[in-house]
């Protein structure tokens, strides 16, 4: 193989490959990542037995060939130079690649191609398109809320499904750690009708969020019962799925929360964020007391002192007082699209829902602390 590509094209190309390769591996071939010169130009792929990702990028390919290289030093090398050089690609014997550049000369341990694994094989049943900035929105405003314990590894990752709803077919993303609940929807595009019910994995979310970033218009999502492949212009991320069932939310998400408030967004947080500064690392609980027309965030420490203040808000109900954490409320609040919070509240003891506007796509459910 001989191939030469521009720096610039290749850095940003590794960029998205060579996440998805764990700094550690038992398996030597899993920290390389697969080049293939062809006429279609240089093909990069990476996985870790769980994601894979190939791009293919433009290049001069004077002598096709594949090869694998040790991904972070590859990455590294390409970052370290300058910019706007030609990078030369030449594989030497069996087991090298050179890698030249100016007056750079690298020569890398390779290991064959016929090593590398496919993760790829099998049927895909179901395929549609959806706007790049709609999928991105469904992920960026649940990630948040996937559980990080491995224990109830079938919260590790974001439940995509459809449903109907008042007539309407909609695309629903749910992410849960137990304390916190993000539900956000989007009308179903053509072809997602039928498909199953599935959740991305934690890792595999944090790389199509990535993704989604370089501005793509369109993305393709096909998917079976144990895989996802979502396909930008250049780049293809296949994942496999958690085996696992994800808990009935619905019934976690109260409907008969009658106490409503309505509060600036960014007073409250802000309010939150100032209060919290008090209150110990670990419960990080602060108390809102709702009474006509105001609320009164406080926080008491027993090793620190104590922060009290008052917002002006919407509330007419009768007064209530209740505890969360903090940073579950900063998250939430840095979630919401428009410039108020909608708060609906039961009892001290219940889950609340808080939402932009009524009616709104997204919905967060947010259980209380004891304060």
Do not use: W
Request: aromatic letters at 4%; zero cysteines.
């Amino acid at each position: 193989m001989k191939v030469t590509v521009e720096r610039s094209t290749l850095l940003k190309s590794l960029g998205h490959v060579h996440r998805v390769v764990e700094r550690r591996n038992t398996i030597p071939i899993l920290s390389n990542l697969l080049l293939s010169g062809a006429e279609a130009g240089l093909r990069l792929k990476a996985t870790d037995l769980d994601i894979e990702v190939v791009e293919t990028i433009a290049a001069d390919v004077a002598e096709p060939g594949a090869t694998t290289v040790p991904a972070h030093t590859l990455y590294d090398i390409v970052r370290k130079l300058p910019d706007g050089a030609q990078v030369s690609l030449e594989t030497t014997g069996e087991t090298g690649l050179t890698l030249r550049s100016g007056r750079s000369r690298f020569q890398l341990q390779t290991l064959p191609e016929s090593d590398f694994p496919d993760i790829t094989a099998g049927e895909m049943a179901h395929r549609f398109v959806l706007p790049a900035g709609e999928f991105k929105r469904l992920i960026d405003k649940t990630q948040f809320a996937i559980s990080t314990e491995e224990t109830r590894y079938y919260l590790n990752g974001i439940y995509l499904h459809t449903l109907d709803v008042e007539g309407r077919s909609l695309l629903r993303a749910v992410a849960t750690d137990g304390h916190r609940l993000a539900r956000v929807d989007t009308a179903a595009p053509a072809g997602a009708a039928g498909m199953p019910g599935v959740i991305i994995p934690r890792k595999a979310v944090s790389e199509i969020q990535k993704l989604l970033e370089d501005g793509e218009t369109e993305v393709a999502i096909e998917l079976s019962a144990t895989k996802i492949r979502v396909a930008t212009q250049a780049v293809v991320l296949t994942s496999k799925l958690i085996d696992g069932t994800f808990p009935d939310y619905q019934r976690v998400i109260p409907s008969g929360n009658d106490k409503r408030l309505t509060v600036d967004k960014g007073d409250f947080a802000a309010s939150v964020d100032r209060v919290s500064t008090i209150s110990s690392e670990r419960g990080r609980a602060v108390k809102l007391s709702m009474a006509d027309g105001r609320m009164t965030l406080s926080v008491t420490n027993p090793d620190s002192g104590s922060a009290t203040e008052e917002i002006e808000v919407d509330y007419d109900s009768s007064p209530l007082d209740i505890g969360f954490n903090a940073r579950y409320l900063m998250d939430i609040a840095a979630q919401l699209d428009g410039d108020t919070a909608l708060l609906k509240l039961a009892d001290p003891g219940s889950p609340t829902v808080i939402q932009d506007r009524e009616g709104a796509s997204a919905l967060y459910v947010l259980m209380p602390m004891r304060v």
